[in-house]
């Protein structure tokens, strides 16, 4: 028998403030499947014009309040409902998400000495991923976060995610407020990351170019309330991203979907 789909939404609608006369519907009758691919993963870029949802949705695979849970519909996670936040389930936000008071190994650390790893394991893991994800370990360990630029805040953001190796990772714009260079560099290190933890990944971008380059396939959603128009399979990010985004084949898909995205939110503007 093939394993339970390790993502799956049924008909899914999310209203905030249901019966007030505020209520607002992020998104409605949101349905898909991502399937569990052992050993491989998938990486899901999802598009959409502002406020249509995009994550809404994240946060109901999280088990965030007060997106979680769905008003209706179902969000299942390997088969089984979502009943809140889970080890299975890692989350990189956009904001550098960083403890003031402490190290980057600390930070680095955190989800393991919250598991009660020993502190002598867990900083050796910790050294571990400082230096897969590009940090100097001698000397950058020590520092605290307002030490570091947004560029090294966001690697650290992302070690403490994947020490952890979770089942499904959860990126909410974690390079929205990079320097074009820094945000390609950080584009290629995630797919190595993303390959050594064989997780699937659900990645909210503004940016058509990097959902192209990360995706293995771009969810598109409707302005709000969101619902999901278009899944479209994209070849998946085997160069590196300044040479894979000069592709003729790279540009017309990035065309493609730009004339989508132009539609809907001319459409936003009426």
Request: aromatic content about 8%; glycine content about 8%.
């Amino acid at each position: 028998m093939s394993p339970p789909n390790i993502v799956e939404f049924r008909s899914v609608s999310k209203t905030y403030n249901a019966g007030r006369p505020d209520a607002f519907t992020a998104v409605s009758n949101v349905s898909f499947e991502v399937p569990d691919l052992h050993e491989l993963g998938e990486f899901i870029s999802i598009l959409g014009p502002s406020g249509c949802g995009k994550s809404t949705i994240l946060r109901m695979i999280a088990g965030l309040d007060p997106q979680h849970p769905a008003t209706t519909g179902e969000v299942l996670v390997e088969g089984k409902p979502v009943t809140g936040p889970g080890p299975d389930r890692g989350m990189v936000f956009q904001d550098y998400t960083s403890f003031d008071n402490r190290t980057v190994l600390d930070n680095v650390a955190f989800g393991l000495e919250c598991r009660g790893v020993s502190r002598n394991e867990r900083h050796e893991l910790g050294r571990e991923w400082i230096t897969k994800v590009g940090l100097n370990v001698n000397t950058d360990a020590a520092k605290y976060p307002h030490e570091l630029s947004g560029g090294m805040r966001q690697r650290v953001a992302i070690a403490r995610t994947l020490i952890l190796r979770p089942r499904i990772i959860l990126m909410d714009e974690p390079f929205g407020a990079l320097d074009p260079h820094t945000r390609m560099q950080m584009q290629d290190l995630l797919v190595s990351l993303w390959r050594e933890v064989e997780a699937t990944v659900f990645f909210v971008t503004h940016s058509i170019e990097e959902s192209v380059y990360l995706g293995d396939r771009v969810f598109i959603l409707s302005r709000s309330p969101g619902t999901l128009l278009h899944q479209i399979e994209v070849e998946p990010p085997d160069r590196p991203a300044l040479e894979m985004q000069r592709e003729q084949g790279f540009q017309k898909t990035v065309f493609e979907i730009r004339d989508i995205l132009e539609v809907l939110e001319s459409a936003n503007d009426k």
